[in-house]
């Protein structure tokens, strides 16, 4: 079983006080109502925060964009980082956090502050965007490497971006097949050009 984040993006118009009630809105087509991998679905559980508290800012699971403290949260990311490789640049878990073996801890830092904003997932308007498909314990096939497996499907649909759309709820998932510059363009691709009024909301959602 596995955990991870999606930030959620709602409509600057949303009242506060239903902010809760949206996310849930916007996370129900992706329930997997019981069958582990199902097509279009994307967890079993979820929750506001959860293990991924405070990836908006220091105690901050809900924010409006305009209110990003972007200087703040690069600061944070070098601090977490410089904490991450001093207790895991020389063991088993290195590159699972990222780290290269001639990363010091300045240099690892800078690249981790880089990335003030990130996610494993983004989702607005039922728009499901992965950088890969979570799994138990990593990636899962997409629904077009199910369907490759199935049918001949053009190479660059198969290993760019894959796009499941369900014809009865609207809603849609783009997977970026665990492209490497996921983090590093997550806020530029997704959050940079949003309204300051939209709210973000961090989820820790389980499959």
């Not at 959620?8 to 109502?33: C, H, I, K, S, Y």
């Not at 949260?73 to 207790?87: N, Q, S, V, Y």
């Not at 981790?112 to 989702?123: E, G």
């Amino acid at each position: 079983m596995s955990h991870a984040n999606v930030i959620v993006a709602l409509p600057g118009a949303t009242p506060a006080r239903r902010v809760e009630l949206a996310v849930d809105e916007q996370m129900a087509p992706f329930d997997e109502n019981g069958e582990w991998f199902r097509d279009g679905s994307r967890w079993d559980w979820w929750v506001i925060g959860g293990r991924y508290s405070g990836c908006l800012g220091e105690g901050k699971d809900i924010v409006r964009r305009g209110d990003l403290d972007l200087d703040q949260l690069r600061r944070e990311r070098a601090t977490e980082a410089i904490e991450i490789w001093h207790k895991e640049h020389a063991g088993t878990w290195a590159r699972e956090y990222g780290i290269e073996p001639s990363d010091t801890a300045e240099i690892y830092a800078a690249r981790c502050a880089a990335k003030p904003v990130s996610a494993y997932a983004f989702l607005s308007g039922h728009y499901w965007r992965e950088g890969g498909r979570l799994g138990f314990f990593g990636t899962a096939k997409t629904e077009c490497e199910v369907q490759a497996e199935q049918e001949p499907l053009d190479a660059e649909t198969v290993l760019r971006v894959c796009v499941h759309r369900d014809e009865q709820t609207g809603a849609a998932i783009a997977s970026f097949n665990s492209a490497p510059d996921w983090d590093e363009k997550f806020f530029s691709r997704f959050i940079e050009r949003l309204s300051p009024d939209t709210w973000l909301v961090v989820v820790d959602y389980h499959v």
